[in-house]
Structures are given as C-alpha cells and as structure tokens.
C-alpha cells in the first residue's frame, strides 16, 4: 500500500469518520482525514516521529499546568468547519499535537474540537509531508480556518518552523534549531531549548 491513500468514490464528512472502524481493522493500521471532502488514509507514525511527540507534548504540559490552556494529540479529531456543518464537516484532521487557550476551551467538544485550534504542530513524516507543508491540504485547512500559530518539526533535519497567520494569512517563517529558544505569545512565561524536543530520539 503506498504510504498515503486517498479514496475519491463519494465525499466524506465526520460523521462517516465516526462510522469508521477503530484500531486494527483500519487500512494499514493508520489513520483518516477528510481534506475537502476527500478521505486520505495516512500510514501510522514511526518511532523518531512519535519521539519527538512525546517532547512536544512535555512542554505543551507545562503550559497546561500552569493554566494557559490545553494540550491534545492524536487520535484527538478537529473538524474545522464543524459549526458551520456539524457531523457534516469536511475539513477534518488530527494533528499531531495541538493547543487550546484557556479561553476558547468550550471548543473542546465531545466527539471532535469544533473548531480551530491556536497552535497546531505537525511532525513531518514520508505519508504526511506534502500535507503538512505550505502549499499542501492539510496546511491549507490550517491557513484557511486561522490557525494562528503552525509549528512544522521535521525530524530528520532537527529543526521546527514557526508560522504565524496575519491578515489571513501565514507569514514569513522562523526556522529554529537545536540552541534557538522555543517561546509562543500563548503562554509567554514558558520557554525551551529546541534540542531538547528531539532528545527522546534513539
């Protein structure tokens, strides 16, 4: 099976995310978005790409504990257009990490966060890479619904790019490496060596 698969016989919504079997009895043991309407099945993640989640999601705790807002990964599914649409939103994905400040919680809904995140991260891997990069789907989703923060690791270069939506748009980026201080205006008081974020790599 190629690394991503996108399945194009009808248009998908949420609701026929939900219908999908969990676990094992997916294609491949991945996991789905609907980009538009259309269903793309993504190979699970390797283990440098969930190493480099787990630091993420340390520092992003830090946030949470110290009550800027909250932190959830995947298989956590946000459906951007879901209070325009409902179960029949067809903007859905689910980043690796992603950010809610404290005052937009209510977003964090039962079934899916309905709304856009502040801070999205991706880990860039061979099934999600021309996705997750400007000019893909699932960046396009990020820019279109105004995300205001986008964060990109790629973890065979070690750095993490840094995009801020202004005017509708994202911007020039930041492209930090090991040495450089990770900090983001959602939680000011907190900052990170960004070597630290691939420190879990064996």
Not at 175 to 181: E, F, Q, S
Request: net charge negative; charged share 25%; glycine share 8%.
């Amino acid at each position: 099976m190629p690394e991503t698969m996108a399945i194009t016989k009808q248009r998908y919504t949420f609701a026929d995310l939900l219908a999908m079997p969990p676990g094992p009895e997916t294609l491949d043991e991945g996991y789905y978005a609907v980009l538009g309407g259309e269903l793309v099945v993504y190979t699970s993640p390797n283990e440098p790409h969930a190493a480099v989640v787990l630091g993420l999601i340390a520092f992003l705790n830090q946030a949470e504990e110290a009550g800027y807002g909250r932190v959830r990964t995947a298989p956590r599914t946000v459906a951007f257009d879901y209070a325009e649409r409902g179960l029949a939103a067809r903007d859905v994905t689910q980043p690796d990490v992603l950010f809610v400040r404290e005052a937009r919680r209510t977003i964090l809904g039962y079934q899916c966060v309905e709304a856009a995140p502040d801070l999205v991260v991706e880990v860039l891997s061979p099934s999600t890479r021309h996705d997750d990069l400007p000019g893909g789907r699932k960046c396009a989703i990020y820019e279109r619904y105004g995300v205001v923060y986008y964060w990109i690791v790629d973890v065979e270069a070690r750095t993490l790019t840094q995009y801020v939506w202004r005017g509708g748009r994202y911007g020039e980026p930041a492209v930090l490496r090991a040495g450089d201080t990770l900090r983001c205006p959602l939680f000011p008081s907190l900052t990170l060596d960004v070597g630290r974020i691939f420190a879990r790599i064996v």
